[in-house]
C-alpha cells in the first residue's frame, strides 16, 4: 500500500503525501534493517520537505537517520 500510495501522490503532485508514503516506507526499511535503503528513502523525504520548508518534518526523518548512522558506527555522517 505505501508504494500505491507513493505512486498515487507523485501522479497528483500531492507532495505531503510524497512524503509520508516515502517515510512509511523508509520506516519498513530501517525494521528490515535494510539500512541502505533506509537513508536512501529519509534523503528522498528531506530533499522534498526543504523544498516545502517543512522543518516538523524535517526533524522525523533526521531522528531516525542518527540513528542508524549510529548503529552502522557512522555517526560523523549524522552530523553532516
Known sequence: FYTKSLNASIQLGYDRGEVVAI????????????????INLYTRAEVIL???????????????MGTIYY????PDSAIS
Open 71 to 74: 548503529a552502522l558506527g557512522e
Open 23 to 38: 517515510t512509511n516506507l523508509a520506516d519498513l526499511k530501517t525494521q528490515q534493517e535494510d539500512w541502505s535503503e533506509a
Open 50 to 64: 526543504e523544498k516545502m520548508d517543512y522543518e516538523m518534518g524535517l526533524a522525523y526523518v533526521y531522528g531516525p
